[in-house]
């Protein structure tokens, strides 16, 4: 989509160009009559030629933009529609047909603009999340701390790298997958980023796919507060989700708690209340705003967390209800300082059958980074 978007732009910014070499008389060219609805005084005329010489450029720029992924595309794109749709009225007779290729090209750039408002949007969410990340006067971590712990979560922890560390206060990440938006949809590509707030839990997540290679959809799954919001929109524009209440409240805290082990120093929060269970299990239950989940953990031989089980609510609403939600880590590997799962899958336990929701890779981890992630290329194309 991206190239075809980008070679249309180009042509009607070429076809652009014969209206100036026409009123320039630069060189000959017959599908043009030159007529207007209404006569210019010269040199008028002449200005005008240039105004089209000038759409060309905005269009040519902007198919470059979209076909390199570069800076705000559809900007430069919505300001040449908008020069030619004014040029193609002066020039009704010949250029009427134009009107029809602008339209068509409003649309991208209308899901594009819409696009960067939405990630805006989170962008300053994540700011303030960050802003509210006090200082850490915590010591470091020593073994004896870990003593209160079950022995498997002890172990856990060891093994992690915790040990002469200190609990961050703020992590970003960034996965990518392949995700299903519900049980009977297939697979589509996913790439998301993740910021927490580690001493004072909260977490966004935002993440972006696209259904049938062609359709964008961006959503932000948030627990701020002690509250939970999820938020999808098609083209981020229509929304398809928008669940908040004490069922996604729930959901969310439960969300933050499975995410420790991308930050195992967490575990020894007061917020989370650890019960040993067997030799390579525990069970943890994390409480805040009135809210409390509880999630059974596991643990392989070697110390590595491999899986979490939890009754959490499938969804938001009157008519939701607990499922069984599971985490399943295949993968490890040492990210800033720590070893942690980069890869496994997320799965509901449906009366229906299995529903494998998310299949993830962990790409990028950072404890108590500057900020949030720079800007990507992608992010400003559909």
Not at 12 to 37: D, S
Request: aromatic share 10%; glycine share 8%; with cysteine.
């Amino acid at each position: 989509m991206r190239i075809v978007l980008a070679v249309l732009l180009a042509i009607h910014g070429f076809i652009h160009l014969l209206g100036f070499l026409k009123v320039w008389k630069l060189a000959e060219v017959p599908q043009l009559t030159g007529a207007t609805l209404f006569a210019l005084p010269e040199p008028l005329p002449r200005v005008v030629g240039l105004i089209w010489l000038g759409a060309c450029l905005a269009f040519i720029g902007a198919a470059s933009a979209a076909l390199f992924r570069y800076g705000p595309w559809w900007l430069v794109a919505g300001v040449g529609i908008l020069v030619s749709q004014l040029l193609v009225i002066y020039a009704w007779p010949d250029a009427k047909a134009g009107t029809l290729v602008n339209i068509v090209l409003l649309v991208p750039v209308l899901f594009a603009w819409a696009d960067a408002r939405f990630q805006n949007g989170t962008d300053e969410q994540v700011r303030a999340l960050f802003a509210r990340a006090t200082s850490d006067d915590s010591r470091l971590i020593t073994s004896e701390a870990l003593d209160p712990l079950p022995p498997p979560v002890r172990r856990w922890l060891e093994n992690a790298g915790v040990v002469g560390k200190r609990i961050p206060r703020t992590v970003r990440l960034k996965q990518r997958g392949q995700m299903r938006l519900s049980p009977d949809k297939d697979e589509v590509e996913a790439a998301a980023q993740q910021y927490f707030r580690v001493l004072d839990p909260e977490f966004i997540w935002r993440v972006r796919v696209q259904m049938m290679h062609v359709l964008p959809v961006a959503g932000r799954d948030s627990y701020v507060d002690g509250r939970g919001r999820m938020l999808i929109k098609l083209g981020s524009v229509v929304p398809v989700v928008d669940a908040a209440d004490e069922k996604i409240d729930q959901g969310a805290l439960l969300r933050f708690l499975g995410e420790i082990v991308w930050f195992p120093a967490a575990a020894l929060s007061p917020y989370i209340h650890w019960e040993p269970m067997d030799a390579t299990s525990a069970k943890a239950t994390m409480t805040r705003g009135g809210v409390s989940g509880t999630a059974v953990f596991s643990f392989d031989d070697r110390g590595r967390f491999i899986g979490l089980i939890a009754d959490r609510y499938f969804g938001g609403g009157p008519d939701a209800k607990t499922e069984r939600w599971e985490i399943e880590a295949k993968e490890w590997k040492a990210m800033d300082g720590c070893l942690v799962p980069v890869r496994g899958d997320v799965r509901w336990k449906l009366a229906e059958g299995d529903f494998a929701f998310y299949r993830w890779e962990l790409t990028e981890l950072e404890y108590d980074p500057p900020g949030l992630f720079a800007a990507e290329k992608s992010a400003t194309m559909p």
